[in-house]
């Protein structure tokens, strides 16, 4: 069995949504210098995981209307691109990403208490934000992550909780207090997530290192699909202390897997995005450049002008 059959096995099973593999493919292409892409650019970077013109034209246009996407008209074309909150946003994403996942009560927390200043809706809508933020909640009205994730990540959490900057050994007694109440947390469902990542990739990170193990189309959607799939699993991961997890938890395994193969196929899925924005850009500039000008006359009060 060879890699074309693994990456297929992945999308047939993981049946990635296209919205989100147009954010990750933009904020790929934008790591390696291309910030803006022709229309058909995109639809040739989505063809090869299966998606076909009409399809990537729909989707496009409604990330548009959400503002994920800005399309400028150039005549008959259209360049895309992400846009500034949209671009930020996914990059934030990715630094979190980074980040090995493995989390202990050795180490320095942020810790967020519900005092009750707040109401249950307002809560509910800043626990989210905080989740989506890497924070785990460790009670009911206790959330916190390692304080060393304010380093070179964009937090701009605005909470209105009360913000502890504790040691490990005071969050795990300050969860052990009857006052916050008692967790009982799902880890049979990413434990089956990170299982199943596992199966997926595995294999995959086995032929990193051998000559033509991949192709520069197989490396690219490698990177997208291994970077959907370990942030899948993440979504669904408490991100508990390890003090709090079971030894078998694979969560360490699957960033090792996510880390080896987004950064070893990074050269060659440069070179395939480069190989397919550039070409379009090139063209472009070469009809610009042999266009002849025209001459525009307008007129304005009384006066030629020429431009």
């Given at each position: 069995m060879?890699s074309?059959f693994?990456?297929?096995a992945?999308?047939?099973?993981?049946?990635?949504?296209?919205?989100?593999?147009?954010?990750?493919?933009?904020?790929e292409?934008?790591?390696f210098g291309q910030k803006?892409q022709?229309l058909?650019?995109v639809i040739a970077?989505?063809?090869p995981?299966?998606f076909?013109e009409?399809t990537?034209?729909?989707?496009?246009f409604?990330?548009?209307?959400?503002?994920?996407?800005?399309?400028?008209?150039?005549?008959?074309r259209?360049?895309?691109m992400?846009?500034?909150q949209?671009a930020?946003s996914?990059?934030?994403?990715?630094q979190?990403?980074?980040i090995?996942?493995?989390?202990?009560?050795a180490?320095d927390?942020s810790?967020l208490?519900?005092?009750?200043?707040?109401?249950?809706?307002s809560y509910a809508a800043?626990?989210?934000q905080l989740?989506d933020?890497d924070y785990?909640?460790?009670?009911p009205n206790v959330l916190?992550?390692p304080?060393?994730y304010?380093r070179?990540?964009?937090?701009?959490?605005?909470?209105?909780l009360a913000?502890?900057?504790?040691?490990g050994?005071?969050?795990?007694?300050?969860v052990?207090q009857?006052?916050f109440?008692?967790?009982?947390w799902?880890l049979?469902?990413?434990?089956?997530m990170?299982e199943?990542?596992?199966?997926?990739f595995?294999?995959?990170?086995?032929m990193?290192g051998?000559r033509?193990?991949?192709?520069?189309?197989?490396?690219y959607?490698?990177r997208?699909?291994v970077s959907?799939?370990?942030?899948?699993?993440?979504?669904a991961?408490?991100l508990l202390p390890?003090?709090?997890?079971?030894?078998?938890?694979?969560?360490m395994?699957?960033?090792q897997?996510y880390?080896?193969?987004?950064a070893?196929?990074a050269?060659?899925?440069?070179?395939h995005?480069l190989?397919?924005t550039?070409?379009?850009?090139?063209?472009q500039q070469?009809?610009l450049?042999?266009?002849?000008?025209?001459?525009?006359?307008a007129?304005?009060?009384?006066v030629?002008?020429t431009?």
């Open positions: 060879n074309e693994y990456i297929d992945v999308l047939r099973q993981a049946k990635p949504r296209l919205s989100t593999l147009l954010k990750l493919m933009f904020s292409a934008q790591a803006t022709w058909g650019s970077l989505l063809e995981l299966g076909q009409r990537v034209r729909t989707a496009l409604r990330l548009a209307e959400h503002k994920v996407i800005k399309i400028e008209r150039h005549g008959r259209s360049l895309c992400l846009t500034p949209a930020a996914i990059q934030s994403v990715r979190r990403l980074n090995p996942a493995g989390r202990s009560f180490e927390w810790m208490v519900n005092s009750g200043g707040i109401s249950a809706t800043a626990r989210k989740l933020l785990c909640v460790l009670a916190a992550r304080a060393s304010t070179g990540v964009q937090a701009g959490e605005d909470h209105g913000l502890f900057e504790v040691s050994a005071q969050l795990a007694a300050a052990r009857p006052l109440g008692k967790m009982d799902d049979e469902t990413p434990a089956a990170y199943q990542f596992r199966q997926r595995e294999p995959l990170r086995q990193l051998k033509g193990a991949f192709t520069d189309v197989q490396a959607m490698l997208l699909l959907h799939g370990y942030q899948h699993c993440r979504r991961d408490p390890q003090e709090l997890l079971p030894d078998s938890w694979a969560a395994q699957a960033y897997t880390a080896a193969l987004y070893g196929c050269t060659q899925a440069r070179r995005i190989k397919i550039e070409a379009p850009a090139q063209e070469a009809s450049s042999t266009t002849p000008v025209r001459r525009h006359i007129r304005r009060t009384g030629y002008m431009a």
